[in-house]
T-cell receptor, first 118, second 114 residues
């Protein structure tokens, strides 16, 4: 199974500043999907952004953007103009385009806890 | 609100007992995925159902089972509960069975085994 690694258990950012969360993954596949999910204290998993591996252009959703480096197997999330409401656990996830024993299930990293200070 | 409903939100039970967690997917979604989230294991995929049929299994224990009913709601049954089964159990629904359909997560069911 593909391994997703988030090397930063915790990160802190000041309001209005920019923060980057790291994610690396291990795969031998060429076509796959990558995601960032946010889990606030309400605990519901919310999709922040997704990236198709075949697309070279980095995905952007408002203040959220990714830096997708396919050769390096790196998928970092940049949050600009951080807001108090961005405080949450952030999970990076991998989804294969190939069928396996686990089907097309998402494979998650361990998460990064983001603290936003006023 | 994702449109996915999970009940109960919280459940406290004793070791050796059996519980059933329920998930109602978004209207029209045929796929239901179950995940377990614990502090030590993180988010682990358990099982996937599509239109009533089991499609894939992950790290699901033999003491656990699931099914998806004709109305597309799903239930996860956990039996002979152990302390280590304490976790947050999520279900997620998707309109498709393939890799492109977005997953919409419920708020989870927090299970505490004492």
């Amino acid at each position: 199974a593909q391994t997703v690694t988030q090397s930063q258990p915790e990160m802190s950012v000041q309001e209005a500043e920019t923060v980057t969360l790291s994610c690396t993954y291990d795969t031998s596949e060429s076509d796959y999907y990558l995601f960032w999910y946010k889990q606030p204290p309400s605990r519901q998993m919310i999709l922040v952004i997704r990236q198709e591996a075949y697309k070279q252009q980095n995905a952007t959703e408002n203040r959220f953007s990714v830096n997708f480096q396919k050769a390096a197997k790196s998928f970092s999330l940049k949050i600009s103009d951080s807001q108090l409401g961005d405080a949450a656990m952030y999970f990076c996830a991998y989804r294969s385009s190939l069928w396996s024993n686990s089907g097309y299930a998402l494979n998650f990293g361990k998460g990064t806890s983001l603290l936003v200070t006023p | 609100d994702s449109g996915v409903t999970q009940t109960p939100k919280h459940l406290i039970t004793a070791t050796g007992q059996r519980v059933t967690l329920r998930c109602s997917p978004r209207s029209g979604d045929l796929s239901v995925y179950w995940y377990q989230q614990s502090l030590d294991q993180g988010l682990q995929f358990l099982i996937h159902y599509y239109n009533g049929e089991e499609r894939a299994k992950g790290n699901i224990l033999e003491r656990f089972s699931a099914q998806q009913f004709p109305d597309l709601h799903s239930e996860l049954n956990l039996s002979s509960l152990e302390l280590g089964d304490s976790a947050l159990y999520f279900c997620a629904s998707s309109p498709s069975s393939g890799p492109t359909g977005e997953l919409f997560f419920g708020e989870g069911s927090r299970l505490t085994v004492l």
